[in-house]
């Protein structure tokens, strides 16, 4: 392993703390409704919609050692108890790799989501979403790249150690969540969503570690995160839109900050742009684009600002995201009608 890439590796441990408190996070957190709130499930107007999101980090100097996927598809399917309620439906897969050590996630899961309308008029929509699937994890043990901090000179240990630590190179559990989400329209031309979501509900064992390793020490510790959109149309033309995202996982917290701007190109085409912040880590640049009200792409580009920076030289992570509602509405068959004129 490289200097830069041991010094790198050792400032990123030593910020986040335990591999525990570690868990995939996206810059465009709103483009990837499912690892953001279960209750996202359906909540679009539209008869399905497939999405995906790729981020690499660090992908200028280390090429595909971080990168994150995921894909989704979702639906409201029915309607529910009430006449204004629905039921959605939805699938996620994300595959997650990490290191020269290819430590892997390979994640799927099924959501189901149930939207109450409330209020005069059906302004306001309370969601309730599950999330519940099966993940694999690998790790490449065998790696040369795969060092444990007793067999790091620079903390006294010897390097090249092959003591047996009783690991596993392969792990699976299930993993659940759970999400509430409330959005409103304010007035005519201003609307708010926040949500609040459970990851990681029955902390399942996901350590690699065999027999004799302490299962309690192996939880996967539960994720919150709470987000909140306000968007507010300015003009016929330019419209606003902040964003916030809190999370908390082991002790570790992220706390991401967004302001988007819209500007209405023509009736058709939308451009989107902004910045953001996340606290005590990184600057994003934002840009993104809508067509009709069926296509959404954006991009996204950290800009670390942390003290990781004298490794990075201000160097982050890229994402690119995007997303498609298919809208299949089976139009009316009107019979013909013969007029008879009047004399």
């Not at 999330?131 to 067999?151: K, W």
């Not at 840009?287 to 982050?316: H, I, K, P």
Request: aromatic letters at 12%; a neutral charge.
């Amino acid at each position: 392993m490289k200097l830069k890439q041991l010094l790198l590796f050792w400032a990123i441990f030593t910020t986040l703390g335990t591999l525990q408190a570690q868990d995939v996070h996206f810059s465009l957190f709103n483009m990837s409704p499912f690892t953001l709130n279960p209750a996202l499930t359906g909540a679009f107007e539209g008869t399905a919609r497939i999405g995906g999101i790729y981020r690499d980090q660090w992908s200028s100097f280390l090429p595909n050692q971080f990168t994150t996927n995921s894909f989704n598809i979702d639906a409201p399917i029915i309607r529910g108890f009430r006449k204004n309620d629905w039921v959605g439906i939805g699938m996620m897969t994300l595959g997650d790799q990490a290191g020269t050590a290819r430590l892997k996630n390979n994640v799927n899961m099924l959501n189901l989501s149930y939207h109450l309308a409330l209020g005069q008029g059906y302004k306001t929509m309370l969601t309730l979403g599950l999330q519940g699937g099966r993940v694999n994890r690998s790790i490449n043990l065998m790696s040369d790249g795969l060092q444990f901090e007793d067999e790091l000179d620079l903390v006294g240990g010897t390097p090249g150690s092959s003591q047996d630590r009783n690991f596993g190179e392969r792990k699976e559990y299930f993993d659940f969540g759970a999400g509430l989400m409330l959005r409103t329209e304010l007035n005519r031309l201003t609307n708010l969503e926040v949500g609040l979501a459970f990851f990681h509900i029955t902390q399942p064992n996901y350590a690699f570690g065999g027999a004799g390793f302490d299962r309690d020490a192996g939880k996967r510790p539960m994720r919150i995160a709470a987000h909140a959109t306000y968007n507010q149309s300015l003009t016929d033309k330019w419209s606003i839109a902040p964003t916030l995202l809190f999370q908390t996982t082991a002790g570790s917290t992220e706390t991401l900050l967004q302001g988007w701007g819209g500007y209405q190109i023509n009736p058709d085409f939308k451009l989107n742009f902004g910045a953001g912040y996340r606290f005590a880590d990184a600057g994003q640049v934002l840009l993104g684009m809508d067509y009709q009200s069926v296509l959404r792409v954006a991009l996204g580009y950290d800009v670390n600002v942390s003290s990781l920076n004298e490794v990075t030289n201000f160097r982050g992570g890229f994402e690119i995201a995007a997303w498609y509602i298919l809208k299949m509405y089976k139009k009316p068959d009107v019979k013909p009608t013969i007029i008879c004129p009047k004399f």
